[in-house]
């Protein structure tokens, strides 16, 4: 008897807990809603005629559709694109945009990011953007399924004619920037700031974009470390260490926050961060807190450092705007042609809104010393400094590029291996 | 404490549960409140003790009318009752499970517990608890000592028994008598509810008697029997004896059989049990009975011994094996182990059909539902839940559920709670069934139906077992010094 | 008296669905958003177009799959939180039998059926296991299910980012899809299958007559009202709790089957997609009457899909949906409360 009581005491409580989660993420909405008010008439005057009135504001408007992964407003990867989007509307009269977020099986169970495209399109959308490597098949699915609209599936490589996953869709772009410099001006600041040449790089799950990336930060770090800081390179250890996916899912991924904190307590004094949460960044504050000498740099989004400015680096950060302002006027153009862009920053200013796919926003506790040379580095690379140059081997000794040879885009898109000097796992034990 | 009812009503949906009710109680009385079954006693006295609220009517205390709207509120003008089951914590020490209630009355203002309080009272009724054992392991007599000095030390002056003599032993029913007696004669109130005359006669100075709902006689002591019968009943009941069906065909022989339990260690059982044989298991509750019964059902493994079926020694084996042998256990909380609420009767019949099938048939099964709760005369239908029965009808349920024909019938206090009613009518179907030669072993706290039913007596203390009795000729005191632990050879 | 009473309970779930509905106003207009325009566009979004039909057909079957299972396990007494697992186990298993066939050149229907199959073996596998924990290492099903579904969401990932990793790149979006040729046909232009809704439709009909009309579901359900009882009766708990964990395993097994055959077409890290905790609450809210459940599901499917209009029309975040669906089940438990209390109330007389 008392044990079906309990029960019913446990399942209440599950109930309102999910009733709480939910009201947590409605009453979060709240703000949002405000300022979105205007922009919500205008897509939707009323409820009965919703839909036609939708198709009506297509006759006008250009409506562009964007699918995120994950939250709009995460101050990661999808508000970088949401911002965006935004940016779009605001640079492009006459266009608008509609968007689904959390497109992902665990928040939207059943659907898939085709159908929620389909969605898009019949509220108006001329134009699709999936904003991530998860939504691959449903993109291309789209994009055949759907030849009269525009897609464009961002950091893919789709319709690169020379990768290794071409297939041609001639209504589809991929989009991606050189993050590779990003990370480099990334490890360059953590190289010069380092005290005790130990680096740690919070890396996500293993595939080739997340190893050519730490590969980055790694290579920027041993440039700044040999040629600014003028130290010894077999005195700077850098050791990534992957949680295995891009946030914390309890009991399945490593804990970024404990990750972050072996780091810490083993002599490791900076954190690069590959991942979308901010983990690194909390747990590099409380260690500084306690006295100890601990910094960390986050990723994805401009406004990242916000959340713990004594202690970040900076940010190497995605501007999308600029390359989805032109996708979508050449879409409004006719111009429209399938091609595959990885982007570079604007070298004569990287933070520039208007022009720059990368950008590298300084942090408060990167000292102006250090920030002078970080300048100097970005000088560096503007001035075609490129650190993908031989001779380089991969972590398992074989050669990657012989004495002089630089890398194409090909090997370092699909850099197979971690490079030597790296600590870390290169692949997934299977 | 002076109480005065005053034209009571209350109804449950359709139902007039009690009728125009109007009584007065002088202080210092013990009076008896008799009536069959489902008369509307508990009803009347959960009104008065704040548990329900009347419908209608006036209660009127030391001359002032009252509201009695919870229980605490009772409390509070001093009414306390001791229910059939007992309101307590399990899983706590007595010493805890005091205290909060201690801290719920409003009686007494101090934060200290006076302990010392309650031994007093303990040691004037002739309790003898520790207050540091656990809840969970009093037996339902000590369960009701703790109620009752529970009460009193809160200071209640009008004290409600509902049916308190069930399911404890005749020493505790003793020191329960004594007890109230002293309080009596201390000048508190007491309403005693039962439907056993015997102790009506033995406790009361005055008895009142309820008939669906209505307040129909009130009697003073001396009172006589067959009187107060035909106004519960309306009509005069008394046993009626069969003939022993007992053979000399062993049914099952017992031998070395050792029993162990967290509670209770029985050791050493050796008897042998003849086919159409009543066993009667006599004891104080708690002594091992339960055990035991279990035990030879193949609900709970001995440590040794042999349980000689037919051929073969079931010892070992698990429960499943006796019920295909026709082996059954008849526990006593008819809806916590034998019945499942939620199901009709139909949806039981079903169930307790041995025929291997996949389907339900329903014809088949409406039909036999409907001669058995023929035969069985049980006030309900096939589609009736097993819940909404009536206790007595619960047992005939759980009777009639049983397979037959059964080589032997272990019951544990077979008629607790039963009126003397339906306790002759269940006695006459299991007379019935061991005519066809079906043994039958049960538990009782009623001396008297032990020696009635029983061929022989097996005596229950703290584990130990008794030679088995004849119960031709027991001399009853006899019994009733063994149950009390004298009387056994060294 | 008995019919009075189905009257009243009635009242009480309706009052339920009210309380719920109310709330979830509430919410809505403390986030400022109009309610009505909320509901609407829910219910339009779900039913407006044959395409949308179709859609929340699409995810009523896995759920009243889920619900299927979890009808029998709860009507045998046994909270099945294992379920999530139980799906996922199935989805693995589908996969892998597909990914052995897929190059045989055996027939597609071969292939589907084995998948099929492989699929309902998975789920069973991982709900005995959940069961023998429970009656060999004395380990609660809640918690042995809980541990489960952890074990079952690392494999898919270790799987999905391990060994069927993608060539190249493993990722989120999970493994290499099928190719069409052995995906569940669907109705051209739509996304559902003929045959997944006929996979479901007949996995009610077998539930609600193995429940209503077999003496094996009399006896699960005597298990789970009182088990003590039923080894009075002859039928041992724990070989009928076993039974139950195996039939929810095979319709968990199943629904993951169809995840993978009729939805996803790969294995994704999420592709149980909740569906096992979501039947918990259609199970818990039809007080596991699969009749019942069979409406309910389709509502907390249209729900879910529906819910997909609220950002896009009014940029209210679609977990509104999340909260209407518990919301209905916490005001329907409460109203059950309140019910049970007058009612023991009535019952008093009879303890007389």
């Known amino acids: 008897m008392s044990?079906?009581?309990?029960?019913?005491?446990?399942?209440?409580?599950?109930?309102?807990?999910?009733?709480?989660?939910?009201?947590?993420?409605?009453?979060?909405?709240?703000?949002?809603?405000?300022?979105?008010?205007?922009?919500?008439?205008?897509?939707?005057?009323?409820?009965?005629?919703?839909?036609?009135?939708?198709?009506?504001?297509?006759?006008?408007?250009?409506?562009?559709?964007?699918?995120?992964?994950?939250?709009?407003?995460?101050?990661?990867?999808?508000?970088?694109?949401?911002?965006?989007?935004?940016?779009?509307?605001?640079?492009?009269?006459?266009?608008?945009?509609?968007?689904?977020?959390?497109?992902?099986?665990?928040?939207?169970?059943?659907?898939?990011?085709?159908?929620?495209?389909?969605?898009?399109?019949?509220?108006g959308a001329n134009l699709i953007i999936f904003n991530s490597d998860d939504m691959k098949d449903s993109a291309v699915e789209f994009a055949v399924n759907h030849p009269d609209v525009y897609v464009i599936y961002s950091t893919g490589d789709t319709q690169?004619?020379?990768?290794?996953?071409?297939?041609?869709?001639?209504?589809?772009?991929?989009?991606?920037?050189?993050?590779?410099y990003g990370k480099m001006i990334a490890g360059c600041a953590a190289a010069l700031t380092s005290e005790t040449g130990k680096i740690g790089f919070l890396g996500p799950l293993i595939n080739e974009e997340t190893r050519r990336l730490a590969a980055s930060a790694y290579l920027g770090a041993e440039y700044c470390w040999d040629n600014y800081a003028g130290k010894d390179p077999a005195d700077l250890t850098f050791e990534v260490n992957w949680i295995g996916f891009w946030f914390n899912i309890p009991g399945v991924t490593s804990d970024p926050s404990q990750v972050t904190d072996d780091f810490f307590n083993s002599g490791y004094d900076v954190v690069i961060s590959g991942i979308d949460t901010t983990e690194a960044l909390v747990e590099a504050k409380k260690f500084a807190d306690g006295g100890q000498t601990a910094y960390a740099i986050p990723y994805d989004y401009e406004g990242a450092c916000e959340q713990a400015p004594e202690v970040c680096l900076g940010v190497p950060y995605f501007n999308w705007g600029p390359s989805y302002k032109a996708a979508i006027q050449e879409a409004i153009d006719g111009t429209w042609t399938n091609t595959w862009e990885w982007l570079d920053p604007d070298w004569t200013d990287i933070n520039n809104k208007d022009t720059s796919m990368i950008g590298f926003n300084k942090g408060d506790a990167l000292s102006a010393e250090n920030a002078a040379m970080v300048d100097e580095f970005i000088a560096e690379l503007a001035g075609g400094l490129n650190l993908w140059t031989g001779p380089m081997n991969l972590q398992d000794g074989t050669e990657y590029l012989a004495d002089g040879e630089v890398a194409t885009d090909y090997q370092i898109w699909y850099l197979p291996q971690l490079l030597e000097g790296m600590i870390g796992l290169s692949s997934a034990a299977e | 404490m002076h109480i005065q009812l005053k034209n009571i009503h209350k109804y449950f949906g359709s139902v007039h549960a009690n009728n125009d009710v109007s009584l007065t109680i002088e202080p210092g009385q013990i009076l008896g409140l008799l009536g069959e079954n489902g008369a509307g006693k508990s009803t009347l006295m959960k009104i008065l003790s704040g548990l329900i609220c009347k419908d209608n009517g006036e209660i009127l205390i030391n001359g002032e009318e009252q509201n009695l709207n919870s229980p605490a509120d009772a409390l509070r003008l001093g009414i306390g009752m001791l229910h059939q089951d007992p309101h307590d914590f399990p899983s706590m020490t007595i010493r805890e499970d005091l205290q909060i209630w201690n801290q719920r009355s409003d009686r007494t203002r101090t934060d200290a517990t006076d302990w010392q309080a309650l031994m007093n009272i303990q040691e004037d009724l002739g309790f003898n608890l520790d207050l540091d054992g656990s809840v969970g392991d009093l037996t339902v007599g000590e369960r009701q000592q703790l109620e009752l000095a529970r009460l009193l030390w809160l200071g209640v002056e009008l004290l409600i028994l509902d049916e308190p003599?069930?399911?404890?032993?005749?020493?505790?029913?003793?020191?329960?008598?004594?007890?109230?007696?002293?309080?009596?004669?201390?000048g508190k109130t007491i309403i005693f509810v039962s439907h056993k005359l015997e102790e009506v006669k033995e406790l009361c100075s005055r008895a009142v008697v309820l008939r669906k709902g209505?307040?129909?006689?009130?009697?003073?002591?001396?009172?006589?029997?067959?009187?107060?019968?035909?106004?519960?009943?309306?009509?005069?009941?008394?046993?009626?004896r069969t003939a022993h069906a007992r053979t000399r065909d062993v049914c099952m022989s017992v031998q070395n059989l050792n029993i162990e339990d967290f509670r209770i260690a029985i050791?050493?059982?050796?008897?042998?049990?003849?086919?159409?044989?009543?066993?009667?298991?006599?004891?104080?509750?708690?002594?091992?009975?339960?055990?035991?019964?279990?035990?030879?059902?193949?609900?709970?493994?001995?440590?040794?011994?042999?349980?000689?079926f037919g051929d073969e020694d079931l010892f070992g084996r698990n429960c499943y094996e006796y019920q295909k042998r026709g082996i059954f256990y008849?526990?006593?909380?008819?809806?916590?182990?034998?019945?499942?609420?939620?199901?009709?009767?139909?949806?039981?019949?079903?169930?307790?059909?041995?025929?291997?099938?996949?389907?339900?048939?329903?014809?088949?099964?409406?039909?036999?539902?409907?001669?058995?709760?023929?035969?069985?005369?049980?006030?309900?239908?096939?589609?009736?839940?097993?819940?909404?029965?009536?206790?007595?009808?619960?047992?005939?349920?759980?009777?009639?559920?049983?397979?037959?024909?059964?080589?032997?019938?272990?019951?544990?206090?077979?008629?607790?709670?039963?009126?003397?009613?339906?306790?002759?009518?269940?006695?006459?179907?299991?007379?019935?069934?061991?005519?066809?030669?079906?043994?039958?072993?049960?538990?009782?706290?009623?001396?008297?139906?032990?020696?009635?039913?029983?061929?022989?007596?097996?005596?229950?203390f703290s584990g130990r077992i008794s030679e088995p009795l004849d119960s031709a000729g027991l001399d009853e005191e006899r019994l009733g010094r063994m149950i009390g632990g004298k009387d056994w050879p060294k | 008296m008995r019919k009075n009473r189905g009257f009243i309970n009635f009242l009480f779930r309706i009052s339920g669905i009210?309380?719920?509905?109310?709330?979830?106003?509430?919410?809505?207009?403390?986030?400022?958003?109009?309610?009505?325009?909320?509901?609407?566009?829910?219910?339009?979004?779900?039913?407006?177009?044959?395409?949308?039909?179709?859609?929340?057909?699409?995810?009523?079957?896995?759920?009243?799959?889920?619900?299927?299972?979890?009808?029998?396990?709860?009507?045998?007494?046994?909270?099945?939180?294992?379920?999530?697992?139980?799906?996922?186990?199935?989805?693995?298993?589908?996969?892998?039998?597909?990914?052995?066939?897929?190059?045989?050149?055996?027939?597609?229907?071969?292939?589907?059926?084995?998948?099929?199959?492989?699929?309902?073996?998975?789920?069973?596998?991982?709900?005995?296991?959940?069961?023998?924990?429970?009656?060999?290492?004395?380990?609660?099903?809640?918690?042995?299910?809980?541990?489960?579904?952890?074990?079952?969401?690392?494999?898919?990932?270790?799987?999905?980012?391990?060994?069927?990793?993608?060539?190249?790149?493993?990722?989120?979006?999970?493994?290499?899809?099928?190719?069409?040729?052995?995906?569940?046909?669907?109705?051209?232009?739509?996304?559902?299958?003929?045959?997944?809704?006929?996979?479901?439709?007949?996995?009610?009909?077998?539930?609600?007559?193995?429940?209503?009309?077999?003496?094996?579901?009399?006896?699960?359900?005597?298990?789970?009202?009182?088990?003590?009882?039923?080894?009075?009766?002859?039928?041992?708990?724990?070989?009928?709790?076993?039974?139950?964990?195996?039939?929810?395993?095979?319709?968990?097994?199943?629904?993951?089957?169809?995840?993978?055959?009729?939805?996803?077409?790969?294995?994704?890290?999420?592709?149980?997609?909740?569906?096992?905790?979501?039947?918990?609450?259609?199970?818990?809210?039809?007080?596991?009457?699969?009749?019942?459940?069979?409406?309910?599901?389709?509502?907390?499917?249209?729900?879910?899909?529906?819910?997909?209009?609220?950002?896009?029309?009014?940029?209210?975040?679609?977990?509104?949906?999340?909260?209407?669906?518990?919301?209905?089940?916490?005001?329907?438990?409460?109203?059950?409360g309140v019910r049970k209390k007058m009612l023991k109330k009535e019952e008093d007389l009879s303890d007389e």
């Open chain 1, 3 to 123: 044990k079906n009581k309990f029960f019913k005491v446990l399942g209440s409580l599950m109930v309102a807990s999910l009733l709480l989660a939910a009201c947590g993420t409605a009453a979060t909405e709240e703000a949002a809603a405000e300022v979105v008010e205007p922009a919500m008439e205008e897509a939707a005057p009323a409820e009965e005629a919703a839909e036609p009135a939708a198709e009506e504001a297509a006759s006008n408007d250009f409506v562009f559709g964007v699918l995120m992964v994950g939250v709009y407003n995460n101050k990661g990867w999808d508000q970088a694109h949401y911002d965006a989007g935004l940016y779009v509307e605001d640079q492009i009269p006459g266009t608008s945009m509609i968007y689904i977020d959390k497109v992902n099986t665990s928040d939207r169970p059943g659907t898939t990011a085709a159908q929620l495209a389909e969605e898009l399109v019949s509220k």
């Open chain 2, 267 to 308: 050791e050493n059982v050796n008897f042998d049990l003849y086919a159409g044989e009543v066993i009667g298991l006599a004891g104080m509750e708690g002594s091992g009975q339960r055990q035991f019964l279990q035990a030879l059902a193949g609900m709970k493994q001995p440590s040794s011994g042999h349980i000689r």
């Open chain 2, 330 to 460: 008849v526990p006593t909380a008819r809806m916590e182990e034998g019945l499942v609420p939620g199901m009709t009767l139909e949806e039981h019949y079903i169930l307790s059909d041995c025929e291997k099938k996949i389907f339900i048939d329903s014809r088949k099964s409406h039909k036999t539902t409907e001669e058995r709760i023929q035969r069985f005369n049980i006030k309900g239908r096939s589609a009736t839940y097993s819940e909404e029965l009536s206790g007595g009808n619960q047992q005939r349920l759980l009777l009639s559920l049983l397979q037959d024909p059964a080589q032997l019938l272990l019951l544990e206090n077979p008629t607790r709670g039963l009126d003397i009613e339906s306790t002759n009518w269940i006695w006459s179907i299991l007379r019935e069934r061991c005519q066809a030669a079906t043994s039958i072993i049960f538990s009782s706290a009623d001396l008297d139906e032990l020696t009635f039913y029983a061929d022989r007596i097996l005596v229950f």
């Open chain 3, 18 to 336: 009210l309380a719920a509905l109310l709330f979830t106003a509430l919410v809505l207009v403390i986030a400022k958003a109009n309610p009505w325009e909320a509901f609407g566009n829910i219910l339009m979004g779900a039913v407006s177009t044959p395409i949308k039909i179709a859609d929340s057909f699409v995810a009523w079957v896995p759920l009243i799959l889920a619900t299927c299972g979890l009808v029998i396990t709860f009507t045998t007494g046994l909270w099945n939180i294992g379920i999530e697992g139980q799906i996922s186990l199935g989805a693995i298993m589908t996969t892998w039998a597909l990914r052995l066939l897929q190059d045989s050149g055996l027939p597609p229907v071969v292939i589907i059926l084995a998948g099929i199959l492989a699929g309902m073996a998975g789920g069973i596998i991982w709900a005995l296991l959940a069961g023998v924990l429970k009656f060999y290492g004395g380990v609660s099903e809640i918690f042995a299910g809980l541990g489960l579904n952890f074990i079952a969401t690392a494999l898919t990932l270790w799987l999905i980012f391990g060994p069927w990793k993608r060539a190249g790149v493993a990722s989120m979006s999970g493994t290499e899809p099928f190719d069409m040729s052995i995906w569940l046909p669907t109705i051209p232009g739509y996304r559902l299958s003929v045959w997944s809704l006929a996979l479901a439709v007949a996995s009610v009909l077998i539930v609600y007559f193995l429940l209503q009309h077999t003496v094996i579901g009399l006896r699960l359900k005597a298990v789970g009202k009182n088990y003590k009882a039923a080894i009075q009766m002859g039928i041992s708990p724990s070989k009928y709790m076993l039974l139950a964990f195996v039939l929810c395993g095979l319709f968990a097994g199943l629904t993951g089957a169809v995840q993978v055959l009729g939805v996803y077409h790969r294995l994704i890290p999420s592709i149980s997609s909740g569906y096992g905790f979501l039947g918990l609450l259609v199970a818990m809210l039809v007080d596991y009457q699969i009749v019942w459940a069979v409406p309910v599901a389709l509502l907390f499917a249209a729900l879910n899909i529906g819910g997909i209009q609220l950002p896009i029309m009014m940029k209210i975040d679609s977990t509104l949906s999340g909260v209407m669906q518990s919301a209905l089940v916490l005001f329907f438990m409460l109203m059950d």
């Open chain 1, 160 to 180: 690169w004619a020379e990768g290794a996953n071409y297939q041609e869709l001639a209504n589809m772009k991929n989009i991606m920037g050189r993050m590779e």
């Open chain 2, 165 to 186: 003599t069930t399911g404890i032993s005749a020493l505790q029913q003793e020191v329960l008598f004594s007890a109230l007696k002293k309080l009596a004669g201390q």
């Open chain 2, 214 to 240: 209505c307040l129909i006689g009130e009697r003073e002591a001396p009172f006589d029997e067959n009187d107060l019968v035909k106004l519960m009943f309306g009509r005069q009941i008394t046993r009626t």
